[in-house]
């Protein structure tokens, strides 16, 4: 849009310039002289002119990258226009239902999602066949809702139409991914990278690399695909906000708070990076900045993510009233974001097994699990069960979430200290000190109630006793251990 500005300001520059330069002419006519026109008064060739704002986010949408919210409403608007005038036009309606998913997930408004199925479901009523745009979409709109299983059905029902359609591909790998189902992930990305090149492809790669554990190569992935959206705003500041998680994953406090700032200056829209800048100024001990951050974020994208990361900053600092009040929101936009369709189990069975009950998180994992097991899952329910007391289940999930040989090999300090807590309730003193060093290794400063926590359970552990190395045989407790821990990173 600034381009867009800036063109428009140097037409109208180049219109006054004729204008005084046709007067000044016809001046020297009159009085016999003659007008000479040096070289920096000549008028340059206007520039291109940028595409109009729903063209911008049209590109966008249709692509599955991120656009920015001016121009997702300019796009809104336009195609809803036009469908009152013709309400046969089924890519139209493909085009509102995207635009009304996109929306809904850059503004955290669930209200969007009914809008957007809507618009889908007419699009499939009005072409049933040949209609992959319209399939793509209720594959965006279900991972949207986190309804993983619904957007794997929609999705291979895209490619069974279209199997070259790249766009496709990167709604099956986050239904895969949800799915705990990581050989289709695999499968997936390679069949995307062998069809396409370019920004969003590089950044969908690197969400697979770093749940792989390779960090660096996430790394990488996500910086060419941030150079190479230089000339759009919007999703240039998406990539650079996952960046920016990846370097807080990692602990790499000056990296991430330079990631989130930047992508914040290119779009201020772009909520997620200023939670983010939130988690990494708390971790700097930069408290009022953190605050006003989060407060930011929540105020335009109020995600319950959000509201649990700041009420527990405000516990942390001993304000207990105002923690109780984030945890509130979190309730109540868990059950609006669920009038839309979106599945909140996840995240409100996190809240619960730390703040609320856990056994009704137990409970609600339980069945999450059963309907799309996913490594944030199997943490989530294995943490839930040692919460209520169920340590030997516990350490299973813990194990499945941290285990590469199950999937998970995502480098996450979150996972680590939660295994090093089960294992030190069950009495593993080894395991649990490993682990614990290991969380605070991969980041120390990955949670404000949590840190403090590992650091007294391993000055309990104490350090490793000076004894022989076990002389364990085959299937003892020691070699199930070594074996667990070679999987863990």
Not at 356 to 377: H, M, N, T, Y
């Amino acid at each position: 849009m600034e381009k867009q500005a800036e063109a428009g300001g140097r037409a109208r520059g180049f219109t006054r310039s004729r204008r005084v330069l046709i007067a000044a002419v016809a001046g020297c006519a009159v009085l016999g002289g003659a007008l000479a026109l040096w070289p920096w008064e000549r008028p340059s060739a206007p520039r291109p002119v940028a595409p109009a704002p729903g063209a911008q986010a049209l590109t966008a949408v249709t692509a599955g990258v991120p656009a920015a919210l001016p121009d997702l409403a300019t796009l809104i608007g336009e195609r809803e226009a036009l469908l009152k005038a013709h309400p046969k036009d089924a890519q139209s309606w493909a085009v509102l239902g995207a635009a009304y998913v996109e929306q809904g997930r850059r503004t955290a408004d669930a209200t969007n999602y009914p809008r957007a199925e809507k618009a889908l479901r007419t699009s499939l009523n009005v072409r049933a066949e040949k209609n992959a745009a319209a399939l793509d979409g209720m594959a965006a709109l279900a991972n949207a809702r986190r309804d993983f299983r619904a957007a794997r059905t929609w999705g291979e029902a895209a490619l069974k139409l279209e199997p070259k359609r790249w766009t496709t591909y990167p709604l099956l790998l986050d239904a895969y991914t949800g799915l705990g189902d990581y050989k289709a992930t695999k499968r997936t990305l390679d069949r995307l990278l062998e069809l396409r090149h370019g920004p969003a492809v590089k950044a969908r790669a690197a969400a697979v690399y770093r749940d792989r554990g390779w960090r660096e190569d996430a790394a990488a992935a996500l910086s060419d695909a941030a150079a190479a959206a230089e000339s759009a705003p919007a999703e240039r500041a998406a990539w650079l906000e996952r960046a920016g998680q990846l370097a807080w994953e990692r602990g790499d406090l000056d990296e991430a708070l330079r990631r989130f700032q930047e992508a914040v200056r290119l779009d201020p829209d772009q909520r997620a990076a200023q939670a983010g800048q939130g988690r990494t100024l708390a971790a700097m001990g930069r408290t009022t900045e953190a605050l006003n951050a989060y407060r930011v974020a929540l105020d335009k994208q109020p995600r319950p993510q959000y509201a649990l990361e700041l009420g527990e900053l405000y516990e942390s600092l001993g304000l207990g009233q105002a923690a109780r009040v984030e945890y509130d929101l979190l309730r109540t936009r868990v059950w609006d974001e669920a009038a839309g369709g979106v599945d909140g189990d996840l995240v409100l069975g996190v809240f619960e097994a730390d703040h609320g009950d856990p056994a009704s998180a137990v409970r609600r994992l339980r069945a999450e699990w059963q309907r799309q097991p996913g490594i944030p899952v199997a943490d989530a329910l294995g943490w839930a069960l040692h919460r209520a007391g169920q340590d030997k289940e516990a350490l299973k999930f813990a194990a499945v979430a941290t285990d590469q040989a199950h999937g998970g090999g995502v480098r996450s300090a979150l996972y680590a200290y939660h295994r090093g807590m089960i294992e030190q309730e069950s009495g593993l003193s080894g395991p649990a000190r490993r682990h614990l060093q290991e969380a605070l290794r991969i980041n120390p400063y990955f949670s404000p109630l949590a840190v403090p926590l590992a650091k007294q359970a391993l000055a309990a552990l104490g350090e490793v006793p000076d004894e022989p190395l076990p002389t364990g045989t085959p299937g003892t407790e020691d070699e199930a251990d070594n074996k667990a821990h070679q999987h863990t990173r």
